[in-house]
């Protein structure tokens, strides 16, 4: 079946560093996702690409569809403390059944003084 | 406010009895699904439903059952097949199943059975 995979899983930095988390499906998506969850909380949404190559920026957050519409990236600039949590990406198969989101691994982002 | 409400947030049982988790939305969302999550392995798909009185299984649906009665509410069940039930489940919905809407989750159950 459809397998997504995140990388890194855990990265620690400190407040002001740059962070990126890597989406890599092993089928070709039609969508992709991307939710943030906090320690304790619930996945929250986040943003979402659908055109092969497509990018997106949400103020310190860009977000990356890859050509060949099988990964993705979330690269976070000038880190802060707020961007704790877990990062999701989530997509949808081009073929099969449409309406099964599935979920990578996840990365844990844990950010410092 | 309208949202996604799951309760309670923590229960416990012993092991061999069946237990439901509630999950109900006022968002008037078609779709509804469950997952699990447990830690370094993401969320997994138990049970989805698209309409009411319809659902099929997701990659994880063995020990577990649904119900689709009405659109508002999609409990869970949690059986005593289940090997391996201690988890947090987390309930969502979207506005439609087919068209790739986003999720929209509550605060989720954190289930433990000894």
């Known amino acids: 079946g459809q397998q997504v995979m995140q990388i890194p899983q855990y990265q620690h930095v400190q407040e002001g560093e740059d962070f990126t988390t890597y989406c890599n499906s092993s089928?070709?998506?039609?969508?992709i996702q991307w939710y943030k969850q906090r320690p304790g909380g619930h996945p929250v949404f986040l943003i979402q690409?659908?055109?092969?190559?497509e990018v997106k920026k949400q103020k310190r957050l860009t977000f990356q569809f890859g050509e060949a519409k099988k990964n993705s990236s979330l690269h976070i600039t000038a880190t802060q403390t707020t961007d704790v949590g877990t990062y999701f990406c989530?997509?949808?198969?081009?073929?099969?059944?449409?309406?099964?989101?599935?979920f990578g691994t996840g990365t844990r982002l844990q950010v410092t003084l | 406010d309208g949202g996604i409400t799951q309760s309670p947030k923590y229960l416990f049982r012993k092991e061999g009895q069946n237990v439901t988790l509630s999950c109900e939305q006022n968002?008037?969302?078609?779709?509804m699904y469950w997952y699990r999550q447990d830690p370094g392995q993401g969320l997994r798909l138990i049970y989805y439903?698209?309409?009411?009185?319809?659902?099929q299984k997701g990659d994880i649906a063995e020990g577990y059952s649904v119900s689709r009665e009405k659109k508002e509410s999609f409990p869970l069940t949690v059986t005593s097949a289940q090997k391996n039930p201690t988890a947090f489940y987390l309930c969502?919905?979207?506005?439609?199943?087919?068209?790739?809407?986003?999720?929209?989750f509550g605060n989720g159950t954190r289930l433990t059975v000894t």
């Open positions: 969502a919905s979207s506005n439609s199943g087919t068209d790739h809407s986003p999720l929209h």
């Open positions: 968002l008037n969302h078609d779709a």
């Open positions: 439903s698209q309409i009411v009185n319809d659902f």
């Open positions: 989530a997509g949808h198969p081009s073929t099969g059944t449409a309406s099964k989101l599935t």
């Open positions: 690409l659908v055109k092969s190559g």
């Open positions: 089928t070709t998506l039609s969508n």
